[in-house]
Structure formats: structure tokens, C-alpha cells
């Protein structure tokens, strides 16, 4: 079982150049979720969905934009990239909200340069 | 605000015993997990409170009491594989989740 895969592993991306990291699960899970991970922070919610359809704004939303256009596919697209974005993307997906177990991707590092 | 406080790093030498602790401050509370994470890897459920006391699943334990907004992370019989990042988390009022910035577990043998 696959369970949750994101795409790219790692890249290296140009300011203000746009990109999108993809996600897609398949455990049919209803609420899905992009964190950002920084040194000495914890994991931040960019977006989420709660179920296929709808999507929410987290904590750090702004230069970000998601979609949710089936229960699989969540991507997450950088319009136009600054190096402050520069981080490690994580995925995640759950059953239902945010009160049961979350499982995540392998995560994607991004370095915009 | 909101607020998780867990220590940086901790140390402990394998085969030993070690508690990591979480405070925290959330408007409001819908239940509180800890999260494993090895170097370079992606976060892995370990356990769920959501009422006070000790949940014990093998080797690890985990403490809540709502009341002091306090929770611990036990790990018994520390193996060399334990070397990881312990991530607190807790959902508040509005089923959002607040993260601590996690506790890296050294262990020594």
C-alpha cells in the first residue's frame, strides 16, 4: 500500500518562478493537509481540506494556493516562489478532521534560490 | 496565543528510561498526540489523550492531564532506534492542530 506520496523528492527553484508539489493518497481518507517544516519550528498548516471540493486557509497560507479536485489529489502551487518558502513540505492526510491520526508524506525539500 | 512548549534535546542511554513533557496553552482542547520522526523522514503517529491519564502501548506511554495542561511521553527500555524527534501536538476548540517544536531524543549507548 502506497498510502500517501508526494512529488518532488527535493528542488532547487529560482525566485519568482511558479511550482507546483504534488500529493496523492490512497487510503481514501477525507481531509488532507500541506504543513511547512522549518528549523526549530514546528510543523505550520499552509492549507487544508476537509473533504473533496473545499479547502481552508492554515496558519502561513499567504503565497500558497491549493485545490482539491477529487478525494486523492491535494497539490500545493507557489505562484511566484521567494526564498523565504524555502523549507521541507509535508502532506499529510486523515480519516475525518484533525481529532484522528494524521499520516504524512515523505515530505518534498524546497530550496528557492 | 496559542503555545507548546516542549525541551529542545534530550539525552538518555539505551536500555534506560526517559520522560519527554509538553506544556500547553491552546484555546480550547480536543485531544493531544505525539508524533515520532526520524532524521529526514516523515512524521509518525505514536498516541492519542483526550482524557486524563496513562494510555501504555508497549514500550511507550503517554500521560495527559487536561486540567495542569500538561503531558509526558514515557519511552521504556530505550533502544538505539529511538533517536528521533518527538513532536507534541494538540487540537484546539476549533479542531485545529497546534505543534510543538519537538523534543530530538539522543541516545547513548
Known amino acids: 500500500t502506497a498510502g500517501i506520496t508526494q512529488a518532488p523528492t527535493s528542488q532547487i527553484l529560482a525566485a519568482g518562478r511558479s511550482m507546483t508539489l504534488r500529493c496523492t493518497q490512497d487510503m481514501r481518507h477525507n481531509a488532507m493537509y500541506w504543513y511547512r517544516q522549518d528549523l526549530g519550528l514546528g510543523l505550520r498548516l499552509i492549507h487544508y481540506?476537509?473533504?473533496?471540493?473545499?479547502?481552508g486557509k492554515g496558519e502561513v497560507p499567504d503565497g500558497y494556493s491549493v485545490s482539491r479536485a477529487n478525494t486523492d489529489d491535494f497539490p500545493l502551487t507557489l505562484a511566484s516562489a521567494v526564498p523565504s518558502q524555502t523549507s521541507v513540505y509535508f502532506c499529510a492526510s486523515s480519516e475525518t478532521g484533525l481529532s484522528t491520526e494524521a499520516f504524512f508524506g515523505q515530505g518534498t525539500r524546497l530550496t528557492v534560490v | 496565543g496559542q503555545n507548546i512548549d516542549q525541551p529542545t534535546e534530550m539525552t538518555a542511554t539505551e536500555g534506560a528510561i526517559v520522560q519527554i513533557n509538553c506544556t500547553y496553552q491552546t484555546s480550547g482542547f480536543n485531544g493531544l498526540f505525539w508524533y515520532q520522526q526520524h532524521a529526514g523522514e516523515a512524521p509518525t503517529f505514536l498516541s492519542y489523550?483526550?482524557l486524563d491519564g496513562l494510555e501504555e502501548k508497549g514500550r511507550f506511554s503517554s500521560f495527559l492531564s487536561r486540567s495542569k495542561g500538561y503531558s509526558y511521553l514515557l519511552l521504556k527500555e530505550l533502544q538505539m532506534k529511538d533517536s528521533a524527534s518527538y513532536l507534541c501536538a494538540v487540537t484546539d476548540s476549533n479542531y485545529q492542530l497546534i505543534w510543538g517544536a519537538g523534543t530530538k531524543l539522543i541516545i547513548k549507548p
Open positions: 481540506s476537509n473533504t473533496a471540493g473545499t479547502t
Open positions: 489523550n483526550v
